[in-house]
Nanobody, 124 residues
């Protein structure tokens, strides 16, 4: 079992930056691929970024060049650095862990554990 807790969300203006953190407890963090997803009101939960156990990454086209995912295995934490934020980035952001450690899947169905989410709101 893996427990995930996100933090770092908030309300910012367009163009600002935020860094989300997701800290894991339980089994060996380094054995999991980690992902970030987001869900806006009335919409599906969409893929944002993923990182596998050897730091290969994958990004949604909508965030490429603006967001960066990284991990610190010693701290059991995955980060999402978000720059040049836009109003359309407004959503609840969820951290997820996948036992398929070599993957960087963009499908929420490939993730085994989820955090409770953190709200990111970007005003224009």
């Amino acid at each position: 079992q893996v427990q995930l807790v996100e933090s770092g969300g908030g309300l910012v203006q367009a163009g600002a930056s935020l860094r989300l953190s997701c800290t894991a407890s339980g089994r060996t963090f380094s054995n999991y691929a980690m992902g970030w997803f987001r869900q806006a009101p009335g919409k599906d939960r969409d893929f944002v970024a993923a990182i596998n156990w050897i730091d290969s990454t994958n990004y949604a086209d909508s965030v490429k060049g603006r967001f960066t995912i990284s991990r610190d295995n010693a701290k059991k934490t995955v980060y999402l650095q978000m720059n040049s934020l836009k109003p359309e980035d407004t959503a609840v952001y969820y951290c997820a862990a996948s036992a398929a450690r070599s993957g960087t899947s963009n499908s929420r169905y490939n993730y085994d554990y989820w955090g409770q989410g953190t709200q990111v709101s970007v005003s224009s």
